[in-house]
């Protein structure tokens, strides 16, 4: 019997690693071009032909040399390596190495949780696909795996105490706050969280609480102070330890950018991650096990942050998957999983090579090469561009007045383009401020109907999406 279910595991192994490897596959499917994608590989192309690491601003004509906190610098020097070698394929070969090494380390690290009970696994996978925010060429992929290896390390040392691998945190805070900053702060604040959680002994109906020793106590503090330390190594210095709180404070970004909008009951599209949520609560409440005071707290802090913002949606994924499986109930082993799921992995591989073109990923663009063609011919100076164009132009080497950094913006103009964009009362007076020459903007937009019935502007472009006025 025991021979039998040893032969089944490692069955039921290789057939869900098939099924990780065609999912991923299938993923690629809602492979986008973010607009953002474009302004990271000129940032990351400068910075490897100039030898230089970008602190100020060198891509618009408004803020030229301004301060900037390159806090992606390292993601964007390999993006534009990674060109160098796979070309046209290198999106492609990012977004799919780092999904797959995800998926896979979520499954490796706890393996025996994940196959105790396979329906649930396939119901959680497809959380993944609903709310997974990270298909594109953005550093957000590297935060998902460095989050992942932080959460692995922080609960492995919590429940073996004579483990080392906590060491390794300080090395994931060095590396994430050079790749990709602004979320740099996690690993020291997890730490945190697990001193808190180990401070106290205690079994109250539903939680139960185990007190961590004095020196597991003592290794996270070290270990948190460890991080904020790494996370000062980087072109901008200790600016990195306050910057995610700085970003996190500022009420222009989080009313206006898409992504750092809170979870909201009124969007249809926002109650994927509301069920998610409530699913694991029941899971955990509902189990025969009791709730671990450290899942309790994990799952609140990443709640909170999700509830907060759609982008810590994922986050929220990564950290309870560490968690979720332990409450599971077991289900015993059966071939027909293995069947069942080799069968999905043949549809998926199905569905993704009858579908996927790589032609159409590179075509999501803002802009036309006839729309590119027009302002390099007229060379504008003080243009004023649409905050989604300026990605893209930045990549056509179009000096810009706003682009997707809105980080550097938001203390100087960033309130000033919304009025203008939204033709607030004193808009007028905003833009014989900036002199503008050009105006390249949506052809459905408040700002292309004034600049269409004044005198002192002149159409020159026109086509399905945008407009390029000239100041007379």
Not at 137 to 156: D, M, N, T
Request: net charge positive.
């Amino acid at each position: 019997m025991r021979i039998k279910n040893f032969i089944l595991k490692h069955k039921l192994v290789f057939s869900f690693s098939v099924f990780l490897l065609c999912f991923a596959l299938f993923l690629m499917l809602f492979l986008r071009m973010d607009i953002d994608y474009f302004w990271h590989f000129k940032a990351g192309e400068y910075m490897v032909n100039h030898s230089v690491l970008l602190t100020h601003d060198v891509f618009s004509w408004s803020l030229f040399q301004f301060p900037w906190i390159s806090h992606e610098w390292l993601f964007e020097v390999f993006l534009y390596y990674l060109s160098l070698i796979f070309r046209d394929a290198h999106l492609f070969i990012y977004v799919f190495s780092s999904t797959l090494f995800l998926i896979f380390f979520l499954f490796l690290s706890q393996r025996k949780e994940y196959l105790k009970n396979m329906p649930f696994t396939l119901l959680w996978t497809v959380f993944f696909t609903l709310i997974f925010t990270g298909l594109s060429g953005r550093p957000q992929l590297f935060s998902f795996l460095l989050l992942a290896f932080s959460v692995y390390l922080i609960f492995y040392y919590f429940y073996h105490p004579n483990s080392r691998r906590i060491y390794f945190l300080p090395i994931i805070s060095l590396v994430w706050a050079n790749v990709h900053g602004g979320s740099s702060n996690l690993p020291y604040l997890l730490c945190i969280l697990a001193l808190f959680c180990g401070l106290f002994q205690f079994s109250f109906s539903k939680i139960e609480a185990e007190r961590l020793s004095k020196k597991q106590i003592f290794t996270y503090l070290i270990v948190a102070v460890l991080c904020m330390i790494a996370i000062v190594i980087n072109p901008h210095g200790i600016q990195m330890l306050f910057y995610p709180y700085q970003n996190m404070a500022d009420s222009l970004m989080l009313s206006t950018i898409a992504e750092w909008q809170p979870s909201n009951l009124n969007y249809i599209s926002h109650y994927v991650y509301f069920a998610f949520a409530l699913i694991t609560l029941i899971v955990m409440i509902f189990s025969k096990k009791k709730i671990r005071l450290i899942d309790a707290v994990f799952y609140l802090f990443f709640l909170y942050l999700g509830l907060k913002s759609i982008r810590f949606w994922f986050f929220s994924y990564i950290v309870w998957s560490m968690f979720i499986f332990y409450y599971v109930p077991k289900r015993k082993l059966d071939s027909y999983s293995c069947v069942l799921l080799l069968t999905f992995s043949c549809l998926l591989l199905v569905v993704f090579a009858s579908s996927f073109s790589y032609s159409k990923v590179l075509s999501t663009r803002s802009l036309s090469d006839d729309a590119i063609s027009v302002l390099k011919e007229e060379n504008p100076k003080r243009l004023f561009n649409y905050y989604d164009y300026g990605a893209y132009l930045i990549y056509q080497d179009i000096p810009v007045f706003i682009d997707g950094r809105a980080d550097l913006y938001s203390k100087y103009i960033y309130k000033d383009y919304q009025d203008i964009s939204r033709l607030s009362y004193h808009f007028y007076e905003l833009i014989d401020k900036y002199q503008f020459d050009y105006f390249i903007v949506p052809k459905k937009s408040g700002i292309a109907s004034f600049l269409s019935i004044e005198s002192e502007y002149e159409l020159i472009y026109k086509d399905k999406e945008c407009l390029i006025f000239k100041t007379k």
